[in-house]
């Protein structure tokens, strides 16, 4: 069965199973959302996640990198598919070959994922997502494709069966979490509504700030590279600034063996707020 991703059929067959994006959740290791949120989404007591501009960029470039693919891969297709015997396992993969040997998963990320995948490995986060392709399609290798700024970079992920196995069993714990309405329990993890409607709103607008630092530093790079020394237009000027460097203390012979704790200023308490390592 083949759904257009992003339609209203494909959200409901979606939320009626595990699917490869729900993996790294419930493995502990997704920034975005938390396994308590998901479960409530399966459940359909929490709205699903709101397109940002960082997830329609990936939806725009996706046919796109998929036709550089094609050129070493062959034909590659776009699919719906479920595991053959847990009806429950399902994975939308961006492109699989007609003779369903070869498996694509395809990312558009920022700059610092994108140089994970130029040294060859996959960012932690999106570990689980592959396997669980992995093992709903019976593929022995998954090929990683990695797309910024004009750059491919792919990485053949090889089947991790031992990997699986745990990932099996967390998810159908979590199935069967889902089915019985009997909720995940994470030790020392509130649940009430009011921390959830906040953390929730925190991720959201972390993700949203996240992705424009990205443009940010997207368009920066894109005028420095149109500037030779000074330059100004639409609204904006770039010229050059000479700043002083900072002073390196411990190079001046007269302060060695000097203790410099007394010169300290007092120290504060500040708030730490960590997305994803919770759950």
Not at 28 to 46: F, I, N
Not at 102 to 122: Q, R, Y
């Amino acid at each position: 069965m083949n759904l257009e991703q992003g339609g209203s059929d494909w959200l409901e067959w979606r939320r009626q199973g595990v699917g490869s994006s729900d993996a790294p959740i419930i493995m502990g290791v997704s920034p975005w959302c938390d396994v308590l949120t998901l479960y409530k989404r399966k459940r359909g007591e929490a709205p699903e996640q709101a397109q940002n501009w960082a997830m329609n960029r990936g939806t725009r470039l996706e046919p796109e990198v998929r036709g550089m693919l094609e050129g070493t891969y062959g034909v590659l297709e776009p699919a719906t598919l479920t595991h053959p015997e847990l009806p429950w396992m399902r994975a939308s993969v961006d492109g699989i070959s007609l003779d369903g040997r070869t498996v694509v998963e395809i990312k558009c990320p920022g700059e610092k994922d994108h140089l994970t995948a130029c040294g060859l490995e996959i960012p932690e986060k999106y570990v689980p997502q592959v396997q669980h392709i992995l093992a709903v399609t019976g593929c022995a290798k998954l090929i990683y494709a990695s797309y910024y700024n004009g750059i491919l970079a792919t990485v053949t992920v090889p089947r991790d069966d031992a990997y699986i196995v745990r990932m099996i069993e967390a998810e159908r714990l979590f199935w069967e979490a889902v089915q019985t309405g009997i909720a995940p329990l994470v030790e020392g993890q509130r649940t009430d509504a009011e921390w959830l409607d906040a953390a929730q709103t925190y991720r959201e607008a972390k993700a949203d700030a996240d992705s424009a630092a990205e443009r940010f530093e997207t368009a920066r790079e894109r005028l420095l590279a149109l500037t030779a020394t000074t330059a100004s237009g639409g609204g904006v000027k770039v010229s050059q600034v000479e700043k002083k460097g900072s002073v390196d203390y411990k190079a001046i012979p007269a302060l060695k063996g000097i203790d410099l704790e007394p010169y300290r200023k007092p120290g504060r308490t500040e708030w730490r707020i960590t997305v994803g390592e919770d759950t």
